[in-house]
C-alpha cells in the first residue's frame, strides 16, 4: 500500500475562497482522522470517522470547516470561506485495519500546507 | 483534556549521548503511543505500550509507563544527527481516538 495519500501538497488561495483538501486512507482502515498543525496551537485533531460515519466533530473550528467521508477510500475537508488564520499543515491520518484490535498505530499522510492571503 | 504534554519543549544534546523526553496525561488510558516527525513531514509511529507494561524497548528505545503517576518517559540512547526532529506522546482512550501535545523538538548536534 502506498500510505495514506494527501492531496494537493501545498495550496495558496485568497481569502473567502473555497478551499478542498482531500485524503485517501490506507485500504482497509477503519479509522480516519484529519488534524492541523500550527506553531501557536500544536496538533489539533479535528474530526474523526469510523467506518465512514464522523464520531467526533468537536475539534472543528467553526462552521466554515465540513469534513465528508463518502466511502472507506476518500475524504475531503473543505473550508468556506477561507480565512488567513485557517493557514496551517493539515494532515489525515488512519489506523485500525478491518477485524483487527482497536488500538493501533496511525499512518499519516505527508500533510497539505494551506496558506491563506 | 485528552492530550498528552511533553516535557521539555526543546532539547539539545551532542551526539552519543541520551535523550530523555516526558509526557504526562490526565484520563485514563488503553495505551500510549510515542511518534516521531521530521521537519516538513507526517508524523511517524514509534512505539505503543499498553496500560498493563511498564517498560517497552525497540532498538535504541526505551519507553516506560506509570499509570499512578500518569506518565511515561522516552529515552533515545546514542543518539545521533539522524534523530533531530519533534517527538509527540498520544495517550488513547477506549474511543480510539490520538490526541497530541506540542511535542520535545529534539536537536542533536554531530
Known amino acids: 500500500d502506498a500510505g495514506v495519500i494527501q492531496s494537493p501538497r501545498h495550496e495558496v488561495t485568497e481569502m473567502g475562497q473555497e478551499v478542498t483538501l482531500r485524503c485517501k486512507p490506507i485500504?482497509?482502515?477503519?479509522?480516519l482522522f484529519w488534524y492541523r498543525q500550527t506553531m501557536m496551537r500544536g496538533l489539533e485533531l479535528l474530526i474523526y470517522?469510523?467506518?465512514?460515519?464522523?464520531?467526533?466533530d468537536s475539534g472543528m473550528p467553526e462552521d466554515r470547516f465540513s469534513a465528508k467521508m463518502p466511502n472507506a477510500s476518500f475524504s475531503t475537508l473543505k473550508i468556506q470561506p477561507s480565512e488567513p488564520r485557517d493557514s496551517a499543515v493539515y494532515f489525515c491520518?488512519?489506523?485500525?485495519?478491518?477485524?483487527?484490535?482497536?488500538?493501533?498505530?496511525?499512518?499519516f499522510g505527508q500533510g497539505t500546507r494551506l496558506t491563506v492571503v | 483534556s485528552q492530550q498528552g504534554e511533553e516535557d521539555p519543549q526543546a532539547l539539545s544534546i551532542q551526539e552519543g549521548e541520551n535523550a530523555t523526553m516526558n509526557c504526562s496525561y490526565k484520563t485514563s488510558i488503553n495505551n500510549l503511543q510515542w511518534y516521531r516527525q521530521n521537519s516538513g513531514r507526517g508524523l511517524v509511529h514509534l512505539i505503543l505500550?499498553?496500560?498493563?507494561?511498564r517498560e517497552k524497548h525497540s532498538g535504541r528505545l526505551r519507553v516506560t509507563l506509570d499509570t499512578s503517576k500518569k506518565s511515561s518517559s522516552l529515552l533515545i540512547t546514542a543518539s545521533r544527527a539522524a534523530d533531530t526532529a519533534s517527538y509527540f506522546c498520544?495517550?488513547?482512550?477506549?474511543?480510539?481516538?490520538?490526541?497530541f501535545g506540542t511535542g520535545t523538538r529534539l536537536t542533536v548536534i554531530p
Open positions: 505500550i499498553r496500560s498493563n507494561e
Open positions: 470517522f469510523n467506518n465512514n460515519v464522523p464520531i467526533d
Open positions: 485500504s482497509g482502515h477503519d479509522y
Open positions: 498520544a495517550p488513547q482512550t477506549g474511543a480510539n481516538n490520538l490526541f
Open positions: 491520518a488512519s489506523s485500525s485495519p478491518r477485524g483487527g484490535p482497536r488500538d493501533t498505530e496511525a499512518f
